[in-house]
């Protein structure tokens, strides 16, 4: 709250005397044009308004610590996971992920599950979701992917066929779609869900030792989720209500909690694993690579400006710390680029200046210079450039990554892992929802996919199927379709399924 008997200045200053009565000719006469209060006031509200994310528009954000809870200096020798009690501060935006700024926080969505820890060796962000897989695994499709959540280009509605449209030619995201579509896909509130890297990354310690390891973050408050019905109930009476609930519990005192945990891999163990552990449409499963508690997230600080901390809220999984680094996940190599350049397109390329943004616990050293908004000294009288005889900055050896080894042909080619794209998917319909779990998942897609062309259904209901035969049959007859085609269309191929449907052999009803 802003405090009593502060002077109202302009952007520059100066006190103003009147904010309530333009500068008129006469009584009432016109405007002046001299009245710069006025002009600036337009001015700036002209512009008040920044690029709207194209995914992750809408969200909420609070701060304030990690505290590592177990030894893991084996694997990594981040100096922020280093000992038993360390805090580090940091910053957590969660989001949906399809919808404009203005859209329903009940919506079925995505969530994501974004972290800025603040160490003192610069910025590292974990930018995840709160699902641990994607729809897709090349990063060629994504702007494709992201089109189909969108409006359609025509009616400029949310559109059922492109949505299943695109799906249903892309296999690889049945088990997405099957947790998108059961009741995880709409949790309750931000502080009742888990957070996921979802992808792979390294870890590696002060002997040059490296591992592969993901991130599971599961909320202390325990998971809970909307039904479809109370979603759309939701969604009318407060769009606003995880945002409005996790503000409210901070301000409460009921700060809520995550306790992380990492599942590790070795090199040898990701060559002989029978998923490849690179793909981001699959999970490492727990018996076979258990979880290792590493420390604890709590959040108990609100924001006191939306707009400049949550809204210029800017991650990228490019921002790495020593220890801590890349793996081959095609999909995550494609976001390392993507992430800074949307920022820079969105909020200017000094982004990282912004307060939320900047690295807080060491300084910043480099050439980069100029630019819009370059709101510090530019570096002062120091050198613009490397290498120099003035005492500038110089790289660190021994911050670099141990190497691993990359054979292959360059070239396009199709996903040739062994392992299928149905089977993940089909263990979570048989061995990990219960009967309610896999009633709610029917009928939620039935609800959804009932708009779409029969035969976009049909090609859909065959994925379906192919990841279970119960799964298939009970969306083939929640939507009237005949469960023979259907067994038919699972046993072709993709290619000739896609041709099939797209000939028109089931009609367009």
């Known amino acids: 709250m802003a405090k009593k008997g502060k002077t109202l200045t302009n952007n520059f200053g100066a006190p103003v005397d009147d904010d309530q009565n333009s500068m008129n000719a006469g009584d009432p006469g016109p405007v002046l044009m001299q009245d710069v209060h006025l002009l600036e006031k337009l001015a700036h509200f002209d512009r008040e308004r920044i690029p709207e994310r194209v995914v992750h528009a809408k969200g909420a954000g609070a701060y304030n610590y990690f505290e590592i809870t177990h030894d893991v200096t084996k694997y990594t020798k981040a100096k922020f996971l280093s000992k038993i009690g360390k805090r580090t501060e940091l910053f957590i935006r969660f989001s949906t992920v399809g919808g404009e700024k203005g859209s329903a926080d009940a919506e079925r969505d995505p969530r994501g599950f974004a972290i800025k820890f603040y160490t003192e060796e610069g910025n590292y962000d974990m930018v995840g979701n709160n699902t641990p897989v994607f729809f897709i695994r090349d990063p060629l499709k994504f702007a494709d992917f992201i089109h189909t959540q969108k ?10 066929e492109m949505f299943w449209d695109f799906l249903s030619l892309t296999p690889e995201s049945i088990h997405q779609v099957t947790i998108l579509f059961s009741d995880w896909g709409t949790p309750k509130s931000y502080r009742h869900m888990n957070g996921y890297s979802s992808h792979t990354f390294k870890w590696y310690n002060k002997k040059g030792e490296y591992f592969w390891m993901n991130y599971q973050i599961e909320t202390d408050q325990g998971i809970q989720h909307l039904t479809r019905q109370e979603a759309t109930r939701l969604k009318g009476e407060d769009p606003d209500h995880a945002t409005r609930d996790l503000f409210q519990a901070i301000e409460r005192g009921e700060y809520p909690s995550w306790t992380v945990y990492v599942q590790i891999m070795t090199d040898e163990q990701a060559n ?3 998923f490849d552990p690179f793909d981001i449409t699959k999970v490492w499963f727990h018996d076979d690579f258990p979880l290792i508690p590493i420390g604890k997230i709590v959040l108990n600080r609100n924001p006191e400006n939306y707009f400049a901390d949550v809204e210029q809220a800017a991650f990228s999984p490019a921002n790495f710390v020593p ?25 200017g390329p000094n982004y990282h200046l912004l307060p939320v943004n900047r690295a807080r616990a060491c300084p910043t050293q480099n050439y980069q210079r100029d630019g819009f908004m370059r709101f510090d000294d530019n570096g002062g009288g120091s050198p613009n450039y490397y290498p120099n005889s003035f005492g500038g900055p110089a790289p660190k050896p021994s911050a670099g990554e141990p190497p691993f080894e990359i054979i292959g042909i360059a070239s396009r080619k199709a996903y040739t892992h062994p392992n299928d794209d149905f089977f993940q998917a089909g263990e979570l319909y048989r061995r990990v929802m219960t009967a309610k779990d896999r009633s709610h998942l029917i009928g939620n897609i ?22 279970d035969p119960d799964y298939g049959r009970r969306v083939a007859k929640g939507l009237k379709l005949s469960i023979k085609e259907v067994e038919r269309l699972a046993g072709i191929s993709q290619e000739e399924r896609a041709k099939a449907t797209d000939q028109g052999t089931y009609g367009d009803k």
């Open 272 to 274: 002989e694993y029978r």
């Open 151 to 160: 409006r359609n280009p025509e009616t400029n509605l949310k559109d059922p």
């Open 323 to 347: 220890g801590i680094a890349a793996s081959p996940d095609k999909m995550l190599q494609g976001r390392l680029f993507s992430y800074h350049d949307t920022h820079r397109h969105r909020l």
């Open 446 to 467: 039935v609800d959804h996919l009932s708009g779409a062309k029969k035969r976009i259904q049909m090609r859909q209901t065959a994925i379906f199927y192919k990841a």
